[in-house]
């Protein structure tokens, strides 16, 4: 499946309160072929914001009020990650 599709798909489960299935559609996105070529990845910097918002509405959804562990480690990183890759 194309990588517009399954961001699209992630973005719907989120919408449906389901961040588990977006997380697991977010992991099906590929490279392009001609990454190595591209200054920024969209497709890469969509997905880090997508895994953010998932594993944010993850832990609200435990009833965590502020992510804690893991989830708030791999949020914290997916949020640096795209800032990084906009220069910010």
């Known amino acids: 499946m194309s990588n517009p599709y399954l961001l ?4 719907l ?10 997380i697991e559609e977010l992991q099906k996105i590929t490279p392009p072929s001609n990454a190595a070529r591209l200054p920024i990845l ?3 910097a969509n997905l880090k914001i997508a895994l953010a918002q998932a594993y944010l509405q993850e832990a609200s959804e435990r009833g965590i009020g502020v ?6 480690d791999r949020a914290t990183f997916a949020i640096a990650f795209v ?3 906009f220069g910010s």
């Open 13 to 22: 489960a989120l919408a449906m309160d389901n961040p588990r299935l977006a």
């Open 42 to 44: 969209l497709d890469d």
């Open 83 to 85: 800032l990084s890759a």
């Open 67 to 72: 992510c804690t562990g893991g989830t708030r």
């Open 8 to 11: 699209k798909q992630a973005r």
